[in-house]
């Protein structure tokens, strides 16, 4: 009757038992900004909890007529769904706790678990009657026919978290993947377990997945082979009842009938520390919070546990802030802050040097930003989430400017200004790319058309005068920013997903980063690929970018890794970069070329500074200015004084670090100012009455 918190770290009970509940307590589930918990019982009624204090909020939620099952909160916290006993879903009001609409009615028997889409568009229930359902979770309508192919009950549905995929698990000891738009059943049925599945659930990245089952045991599985990923883990003593992943998935977290809960590490499937013991009955669910600073667990014993999650800072001191994931980082024009778009659908503005918060959380997003960027000025800042929404801010003050930008009918992946800051971009799990005026909101031209997947990455070419696009369907294509109409064919070579595109300073090459665990760089002109791929990563490349001198590529990737490759000769720089012990989910490099900052799954933010002193095959760099020029085109030292002014048609192209280098010609590529002897600040006035002379 009770729910129990407990540290990650220490495995000790945090606080006292969550007791309401007159029977056992079979699901609990986190809302989604970690606040609340919601708990389903055998005494029919659901509850809300204050994930801080353990009080009960409200009253219990009466409707259904047999047990619940199986609890669930939309991805925008708003609402609640639960499978019942009774063959019914139902849908309830977080505010209110009045229930929405009539119940979902369609099971010819009990539903065993409830789950929404990561959109927030769809449910899907498992039920005794052997079948999977989909409903659209708006009108509680069913959206296509039953799933059906298991031969015993499905206790445990989720869907991967692209929403591509749903996942089953069944009394029939098997686990099936399910097209989730057509509902078709994709490849053969994961076997291995001897037992009942009860529990299934998908890696956040989306390339395993877990099930617990009645043999004791957890499998972990590869999602898109099906193959069983080494030994099975053993060490419950009992039926596995639930599993689920630690938000930065280094970790998954079993509930068992042994009346324990443990703690695996996923990539070795060791077990970490001793078992979490403190209930006195079998634990059925478990999960942790959307931050991973806790993990909840509900019981036979009727309570509810609530374990405090290991918070121990990582080396090196990272930016901390976010509640969730950093998917996006960027650096202001002037290299003096940072911004950061996270899961927790947040924005956050840092000191680059201090590492200090500016000013207070950009708010507005009601779902995970995915991308973050400044205009070329630094004023503004413009945020893609998967609320299918672009937002403009003000950089200074972080209040939104305008109404978001609608338009998109999925995620918004990728957000980027044109070189001019006159127009924005937008690349969309809708398969499309949109161009906006960034001054009034509105759409120009056409939509860009011609992936057959989602958009994960847009890019501007330096002169504003082409689009790059890298998409699910593993193709980068070139448009015409002025048309919208597509540039030759699309260009083709990775084997996976592509996840991030960018051009080089000069235009003159695209590189792609991709699910294939490879960069590839590729001649923007004609399209051809330029050298063999650079390899070296051991999972995913999820953000690739071009240091300002153009002379040296920085990549980021699931390995939790950051490398740094010579752009010349395609070959690593250094060593990667290590420490992180989270998937690197972005980088960028400051303006100046000194620092680099990548965000990670472990909510964080880290700055390095690798360029400056990484052995190189090139001379090492002597740069004794690190600045690039003003929106006014001015160039400044450290402490902001003038230095020189650059003519406009001269400021496109500047590169820092090293001597300031300016493009002239294609048989010319730069030429270096040497500063060496000349005066600067107060003293300009002699090089001028010297000239002069």
Known sequence: MTIRIWDVGTGAVCGEPLKGHTD????????????????????KTIRIWDAETGAIIGTPLHGHRGRVWSVAYSPNGRQIISGSQDNTIRIWDVETGAAVGKPLEGCSKGVCSVAYSPDGRHIISGSWDKTIRIWDAETGVAVSEPLEGHSSSVYSVAYSPDGRYIISGSGDKMIRIWDAETGAAVGEPLEGHSEGVFSVAYSPDGRYIISGSGDKTIRIWDAKTGAAVDEPLEGHSSSVRSVAYSPDGRYIISGSGDKTIRIWDAETGVAVGGPLEGHGEAVNPVAPSPDGRHIISGSWDQTIRIWDAETGAAVGGPLEGHGEAVNSVAPSPDGRHIISGSWDQTIRIWDAKTGATVGETLEGHSQGVFSVAYSPDGRHIISGSGDKTIRIWDAKTGAAVGEPLEGHSEGVYSVAYSPDGWHIISGSGDKTIRIWDSKTGA???????????????????????????????????IWDAETGVAVGEPLEGHSSSVWSVAYSPDGRYIISGSGDKTIRIWDAETGAAVGEPLEGHSSSVYSVAYSPDGRHIISGSHDKTIRIWDAETNTGVSRPLEGEIANVLSAACSPNGQYIVFGSNRNTIRVSEPLSRQPSSRNPLHAHFYSRPDSNGWVRDSDRGLLYWLPLDCRTGLHSPALITIPLTSDVRSVSLDFEGCAFGTDWPQIFNSAQR
């Open 24 to 43: 056992w307590v079979l699901s609990v589930a986190y809302s989604p900004d970690g606040k609340h918990i919601v708990s389903g019982s055998h005494d």
């Open 443 to 477: 759409t120009v031209g056409e939509t860009l058309e011609g992936h057959s997947e989602g958009v994960c990455s847009v890019a501007y070419s330096p002169d504003g005068r082409h689009i790059v696009s890298g998409s699910y369907d593993k193709t980068i294509r």
